[in-house]
T-cell receptor
C-alpha cells in the first residue's frame, strides 16, 4: 500500500537554528498535511498543501508541496523550545481518501 | 476547526476487561475516525465511524475487538474488548471539518493494560 517516508527520524538542534525535514512517497499525493504532536496531546494540523509547487507559511513554519507530487518539505526558522515534539506528514490515500501518516520526525532542542 | 473532547483521558485496566472511550465534537461532522498510536509509533487508522450504519474497519482490526458506535453527528464511542498488554496505546478520535482532507484530533486516551 501507499507509504509516507519521513526523514530524519529525529533531530537534535540548538535553540535558534533552522530546521528542515521532508516526506517522500513512491506514489503521487494530491494533498500534503503537516501535523505536530506535543507529548500527551493529539496531533495539531500545522499546514495543508493542495497544489504542486505550493509554498505555504504559518508563522515560522514553511511547507512546500513538491512539484513531482511525491514529496513535501517542512522548514522551521529560528527554533524555540516549544518547537519540541513530533512532526508528522500525512495525506489521503488513493483508494478512499482516508488520511495516512508518516512515522514522524522527532525534534529535540539541546539545552 | 472542530473542538474534540475524549473521555477518559487515561486509564489503567486489567487484562481481559473492556474499556469504552467516548468522543464528543462541538459541531456536527460527517466523518469521524478512530486511530491507534502505539508507544513511540505513528498513527494507524482503526476504523471510520459511520452515523446510522456499521463502522468501516481497516485491515487488521475487527468489530468484535473494537466495536464502535456513532449514534449521531457529534458523538462516537470505541470499545477495546478483552484487553491484553498489546492494546496499551493512545487511542485518538478524529474528524474532518472545513476544507477537504483537513482532519482534527482529540487529545487522546492513554490506555495501559496490565
Amino acid at each position: 500500500g501507499q507509504q509516507l517516508n519521513q526523514s530524519p527520524q529525529s533531530m537534535f538542534i540548538q535553540e535558534g537554528e533552522d530546521v528542515s525535514m521532508n516526506c517522500t512517497s513512491s506514489s503521487i499525493f494530491n494533498t500534503w498535511l503537516w501535523y505536530k504532536q506535543d507529548p500527551g496531546e493529539g496531533p495539531v494540523l500545522l499546514i495543508a498543501l493542495y497544489k504542486a509547487g505550493e509554498l505555504t507559511s504559518n508563522g515560522r513554519l514553511t511547507a512546500q508541496f513538491g512539484i513531482t507530487r511525491k514529496d513535501s518539505f517542512l522548514n522551521i526558522s529560528a527554533s524555540i523550545p516549544s518547537d519540541v515534539g513530533i512532526y508528522f506528514c500525512a495525506g489521503p490515500r488513493d483508494r478512499d481518501d482516508k488520511i495516512i501518516f508518516g512515522k514522524g520526525t522527532r525534534l529535540h532542542i539541546l539545552p | 476547526s472542530a473542538v474534540i473532547s475524549q473521555k477518559p483521558s487515561r486509564d489503567i485496566c486489567q487484562r481481559g476487561t473492556s474499556l469504552t472511550i467516548q468522543c464528543q465534537v462541538d459541531s456536527q461532522v460527517t466523518m469521524m475516525f478512530w486511530y491507534r498510536q502505539q508507544p513511540g509509533q505513528s498513527l494507524t487508522l482503526i476504523a471510520t465511524a459511520n452515523q446510522g450504519s456499521e463502522a468501516t474497519y481497516e485491515s487488521g482490526f475487527v468489530i468484535d475487538k473494537f466495536p464502535i458506535s456513532r449514534p449521531n453527528l457529534t458523538f462516537s464511542t470505541l470499545t477495546v474488548s478483552n484487553m491484553s498488554p498489546e492494546d496499551s496505546s493512545i487511542y485518538l478520535c478524529s474528524v474532518t471539518s472545513g476544507p477537504p482532507y483537513e482532519q482534527y484530533f482529540g487529545p487522546g486516551t492513554r490506555l495501559t493494560v496490565t
